[in-house]
């Protein structure tokens, strides 16, 4: 059984940061590059940041510089370094893995 499970959500101020990291489990995780996603409510799920297996990293524009995307191989888990957060970042965060298992979500709220 697959899971992966999302901490670290939750509130900020702008200007602060936040840590999320997701544990996988039931999948061999060195094969699978990670993605974190976001969503608003009455919009479409948006790609924040992928990490290969190999490594290498891309990020939406909206966060490059910002946001750094993570994964340690040993612990089968993805990390998202969230700084300099705007209130525009307020979402529900997603992993993703492979682009077909998805954890259950952890909120993020930016406001003052």
């Known amino acids: 059984q697959v899971q992966l499970v999302e901490s670290g959500g939750g509130f900020a101020q702008p200007g602060g940061s936040l840590r999320l990291s997701c544990v996988a489990s039931?999948?061999?995780?060195?094969?699978?590059?990670m993605r974190w996603y976001r969503q608003v409510p009455g919009k479409q799920r948006e790609l924040v940041a992928v990490i290969t297996n190999g490594g290498r990293t891309n990020y939406a524009d909206s966060v490059k510089d910002r946001f750094t995307i993570s994964r340690d191989n040993a612990k089968n888990t993805v990390s998202l370094q969230m700084n300099s957060l705007k209130p525009e970042d307020t979402a529900v965060y997603y992993c993703?893995?492979?682009?077909?298992?998805w954890g259950q979500g952890t909120q993020v709220t930016v406001s003052a």
């Open positions: 039931g999948i061999i995780f060195t094969n699978y590059a």
């Open positions: 993703n893995a492979g682009s077909v298992f």
